[in-house]
């Protein structure tokens, strides 16, 4: 591609996952998640990095280069840039997220749509992202030089972001979905996915897989791998800019203009809601029009963060640069929310599993929790800049993605698994307090015998007496019966559970003052 050009589009495809460490092999994987615990299965530590570097991946420390790198870091708050950004000298472990950066081999991105010519992209950029939360998302960058129509804008968001097939035909045919809305073929650095569904279940994207490295799997039984799971469905998160005066115009003069609602929801073909109502209501609640004066608009949805702007020099060089930086950095935050609540939700659903001998682990509910508080604090803002446009943004896409509302249904459910943990507990501590009633009961007329005759009832030799010794050895077994049913309890479990109640009281003390 000749750097002559101009950038006609940039589009970032962002795929989201989780990953756990196979500690075991996993069978069923809510009986992996019930007996091993989150931070048994969720380490990015210095072995995971030197893993990760093995496959080509380089850890990037964020550092002020320019002025674009600046006004990036800038934008945010202190407490919001702590967990987005990498500014120490080197890997530290314990941090909120980890950035890290692939070399390209093959900066050709081809896609391939049924009847058409195939779409030659220029693949800019390929990275990762990794959190603590125990999911991660890798974002491939692609400029668009040649293809100005609308239309060719539309079908490249809209078929480039799949990574499995939607659904199947009869015999397992994957024909009729290529024909709405899988590609022929997507060529991603070198490696072609066609996506042929032989072996009957999800398979992402050979590219995918590829990119990952063998730090990741998607076999189950490669024991000490990171098993990774597509985390949301068949399609990665897309945020697009594209400058287009026409459209532009064409949008400033009507919001529910169809090419608006389908580049703004992703629509390759045909707008997918047929009911003008709907659609109003659809689009005004997904368009932030502050700069629609200028034609400037932007569109966020559960899947996408779009902008359009004319091409001038407004759109070129000051908000396709900020949709690469500040807005990347927005997204990739809410995407990891969204994808944390959404494994923090599956991952209670395996703990609270109560069917037959299937007992949740008091310490294991301790550390889920744990990782859900610092979820909410290191991960969950309700404002991440002081930027009046930034702040509108990102209100609106925490409504477009419902993160308030399933914060909230979150902490209900790990509240309700709480409250079977601290029933349990009390249920356990009851049995210790009646076999201690036991053994205080056991030992009830020795201690009214010593009370009434006193302790010197036995004659100076009465250690030689056999009546003596078999009341010691009866006296001493009885103790250490009693006292080996009591520690049946793990003593740091019960101790640690002590801690978690006391913390969690606090956390609700907290909410409610909120």
Known sequence: MSKTKKMISYHNFMFPFRFDKLVTPIKDKHEFYRKHSFDERVQ?????KNSLEKDGWEYQRFRVKDH?????IVYFHDFVKDSLFNTAETFKEGATSYYFEKKIDNDIFELKIKDKEAYLLKLEGINLRLFDTGVGILSLEVENYDYHKIEDILKINDYARRVYPQFLGEGFSEEAVKGAFLPEYIEVNGITEHFCNTEKEIKLAKYIVDILGTSFTTNKQERDKNYIQPIVDDRMFVLCWYGDDTFSSCVKENIEYENWYKYTFIDGNAMTVQDKQMHQELIKKATYKRWNNYGTFFGITRYS???LSKKDYFGEEILLHHMKTMYFQMMILLLAQRATLL??????TAISDVRGTNTPSIENISILYKNYLRFVNKLYFKEVTAQD??????DKAIEMMNIKRDIEDLRQEIG????YAFLEQEREEKEQMNQLTKLGTLFLPGTFIAGVLGMNVYPEDWISNVGGLLFAFISIGGITYYLSKIHEIDIRRFFSFKIFKKNYKKEQEKEEKK
């Open 389 to 394: 446009q930034g702040i509108e943004l990102y």
């Open 44 to 48: 990015i530590d210095e072995t995971f």
């Open 416 to 419: 309700s698994l709480n409250n």
């Open 305 to 307: 963060f779009v902008a």
């Open 68 to 72: 674009l790198d600046y006004n990036e």
């Open 343 to 348: 494994r923090f939700s599956d991952e209670i």
